[in-house]
């Protein structure tokens, strides 16, 4: 068979301009005509044209790089200055321009609160196009990692152990150097103690200002490269890191919203990401009478946030914890017990009543027992109760909301609602963390890891618009 081989020192006739390099149907194409229709103004980038001083790169260009970047996954400075020497579509891209690294890393750290605001244009541009209705909603978190190693997380018992051995250290080179100059010998060996003991006391000031800012901010740890990531534990181990949240519309899968948050779990968070999806969405015109319903997962299921959530526009698709665990109740399980709202008691399964007995956290929780000797004559003692005192249920001010929820979960719509979240949520921290190989931050502090989040949330839009359009199908859609 014969075989084709290449030659280096062939003569070719070059195309005259960059444009001839690049493909009509290129993906490139679509990435150029999305960032022109982004409003840097709204975003908060100046562009300053009558500025004195050496001309800079414009930051449209800047941004082009950036998410065009971020959707092959090449997101290190050095890495983005490597292709716009080498990567031909890079090189149309920016017309020729070949920012250093520094250049790159210096406009990404100074507008990191003009980028957190592109996944919101973004997500109103999809609106126009048709791509997003916003009435059904799901919410998800995913942990990231932070650009911090959690070796330099501290707890307040890892800074009281330290400074105890820092102590220790110091008294020792502290006897050293009294010891050393007592015998006046060695050559220049009290130099080298005294450099020592200088480091430690410097190191000791240190763990002293951590464990007092852990004292005063009341955080059960603190990360002193990066303060606000926290420790977080997944599958991988744990690590320092930030909580991912992102809100995607049911129509197709598209992101609507996407955050970052310095927090362990997803409890408490639905409120404040509905909240955010809902700004972005407050430019459809809907109907009255409609509502936009809002799933999450069972890790949500912080019923005091829910409640701040829940609207007569707005219904929520939360299951509760015992829901999702499938676990069979017994016969004497807490739901089991009757609550009558005009008696204000509860009764047993064997008809036994529970009387109002207290009172607790500032009335989230209300106390029932039986009265004394009740529960010792029931047949059912010992295997109910084992108190001498009667059995006691706690009963929340939410007990009726949470009911209402665990209803709504089991409809056959709610169940349609929760199986099609899984397939469309969580494919977007998928897309985001195997295909675009982001599973860590470059960036420090919430603003830059918001920064982040925000381009990585444009590009996987980016991307399902090419999938649904084309790239010529969107280039059309958007002129």
């Given at each position: 068979?014969?075989?084709?081989?290449?030659?280096?020192?062939?003569?070719?006739?070059?195309?005259?301009?960059?444009?001839?390099?690049?493909?009509?149907?290129?993906?490139?194409?679509?990435?150029?005509?999305?960032?022109?229709?982004?409003?840097?103004?709204?975003?908060?980038?100046?562009?300053?044209?009558?500025?004195?001083?050496?001309?800079?790169?414009?930051?449209?260009?800047?941004?082009?790089?950036?998410?065009?970047?971020?959707?092959?996954?090449?997101?290190?400075?050095?890495?983005?200055?490597?292709?716009?020497?080498?990567?031909?579509?890079?090189?149309?891209?920016?017309?020729?321009?070949?920012?250093?690294?520094?250049?790159?890393?210096?406009?990404?750290?100074?507008?990191?609160?003009?980028?957190?605001?592109?996944?919101?244009?973004?997500?109103?541009?999809?609106?126009?196009?048709?791509?997003?209705?916003?009435?059904?909603?799901?919410?998800?978190?995913?942990?990231?990692?932070?650009?911090?190693?959690?070796?330099?997380?501290?707890?307040?018992?890892?800074?009281?152990?330290?400074?105890?051995?820092?102590?220790?250290?110091?008294?020792?080179?502290?006897?050293?150097?009294?010891?050393?100059?007592?015998?006046?010998?060695?050559?220049?060996?009290?130099?080298?103690?005294?450099?020592?003991?200088?480091?430690?006391?410097?190191?000791?000031?240190?763990?002293?200002?951590?464990?007092?800012?852990?004292?005063?901010?009341?955080?059960?740890?603190?990360?002193?490269?990066?303060?606000?990531?926290?420790?977080?534990?997944?599958?991988?181990?744990?690590?320092?890191?930030?909580?991912?949240?992102?809100?995607?519309?049911?129509?197709?899968?598209?992101?609507?919203?996407?955050?970052?948050?310095?927090?362990?779990?997803?409890?408490?968070?639905?409120?404040?990401?509905?909240?955010?999806?809902?700004?972005?969405?407050?430019?459809?015109?809907?109907?009255?009478?409609?509502?936009?319903?809002?799933?999450?997962?069972?890790?949500?299921?912080?019923?005091?946030?829910?409640?701040?959530?829940?609207?007569?526009d707005i219904e929520v698709v939360v299951p509760s914890q015992k829901q999702v665990s499938?676990?069979?109740?017994?016969?004497?399980?807490?739901?089991?017990?009757?609550?009558?709202?005009?008696?204000?008691?509860?009764?047993?399964?064997?008809?036994?009543?529970?009387?109002?007995?207290?009172?607790?956290?500032?009335?989230?929780?209300?106390?029932?027992?039986?009265?004394?000797?009740?529960?010792?004559?029931?047949?059912?003692?010992?295997?109910?109760?084992?108190?001498?005192?009667?059995?006691?249920?706690?009963?929340?001010?939410?007990?009726?909301?949470?009911?209402?929820?665990?209803?709504?979960?089991?409809?056959?719509?709610?169940?349609?609602?929760?199986?099609?979240?899984?397939e469309t949520i969580e494919l977007i921290f998928g897309h985001i963390k195997r295909n675009?190989?982001?599973?860590?931050?470059?960036?420090?502090?919430?603003?830059?890891?918001?920064?982040?989040?925000?381009?990585?949330?444009?590009?996987?839009?980016?991307?399902?618009?090419?999938?649904?359009?084309?790239?010529?199908?969107?280039?059309?859609?958007?002129?």
């Amino acid at each position: 068979m014969a075989l084709r081989h290449g030659d280096r020192y062939q003569l070719n006739f070059f195309p005259e301009s960059i444009e001839d390099y690049v493909s009509e149907d290129a993906a490139v194409r679509a990435y150029d005509v999305f960032a022109d229709h982004l409003d840097l103004a709204d975003l908060g980038i100046v562009v300053d044209r009558i500025k004195a001083g050496c001309p800079e790169y414009s930051p449209l260009a800047m941004l082009k790089l950036l998410i065009y970047g971020y959707s092959y996954g090449i997101r290190s400075s050095r890495k983005l200055e490597r292709e716009c020497n080498n990567n031909v579509s890079f090189i149309w891209l920016m017309g020729g321009l070949k920012p250093d690294h520094k250049t790159i890393a210096r406009f990404r750290r100074n507008n990191k609160k003009a980028l957190k605001k592109a996944i919101k244009q973004c997500a109103q541009l999809c609106i126009k196009l048709g791509l997003i209705d916003g009435n059904v909603l799901f919410v998800d978190g995913s942990k990231m990692r932070a650009d911090a190693s959690i070796s330099n997380s501290w707890t307040q018992a890892k800074c009281e152990a330290k400074l105890k051995q820092l102590d220790s250290l110091i008294d020792k080179l502290l006897k050293d150097c009294e010891s050393t100059d007592q015998s006046e010998e060695g050559c220049g060996s009290l130099v080298h103690i005294e450099k020592q003991l200088k480091n430690k006391e410097a190191f000791r000031t240190k763990v002293s200002d951590i464990l007092k800012t852990l004292k005063e901010s009341g955080r059960t740890s603190i990360n002193t490269v990066d303060p606000d990531a926290l420790r977080q534990s997944g599958r991988q181990g744990s690590h320092a890191g930030f909580n991912m949240q992102g809100t995607a519309d049911s129509k197709h899968g598209l992101l609507v919203n996407i955050d970052v948050v310095s927090a362990n779990n997803d409890a408490a968070q639905l409120s404040e990401q509905a909240k955010q999806a809902l700004d972005v969405l407050s430019i459809i015109e809907r109907t009255p009478g409609s509502h936009v319903t809002v799933c999450a997962d069972a890790g949500y299921a912080k019923y005091e946030d829910l409640q701040k959530t829940e609207s007569e526009d707005i219904e929520v698709v939360v299951p509760s914890q015992k829901q999702v665990s499938k676990k069979e109740t017994g016969p004497f399980d807490k739901d089991k017990f009757v609550y009558d709202e005009e008696m204000d008691i509860l009764v047993c399964p064997e008809g036994k009543v529970l009387s109002k007995s207290g009172i607790r956290n500032n009335g989230a929780e209300i106390i029932y027992r039986t009265d004394k000797g009740v529960c010792q004559a029931c047949k059912h003692f010992g295997t109910c109760t084992k108190s001498t005192k009667g059995r006691m249920v706690k009963r929340y001010h939410f007990e009726a909301f949470k009911k209402m929820l665990e209803t709504r979960y089991e409809t056959v719509k709610g169940q349609e609602i929760y199986k099609q979240r899984k397939e469309t949520i969580e494919l977007i921290f998928g897309h985001i963390k195997r295909n675009l190989g982001a599973g860590h931050f470059l960036l420090r502090g919430l603003d830059g890891v918001r920064a982040e989040a925000s381009l990585l949330g444009c590009v996987f839009n980016i991307r399902r618009m090419i999938t649904i359009f084309g790239v010529k199908g969107l280039m059309n859609k958007l002129a």
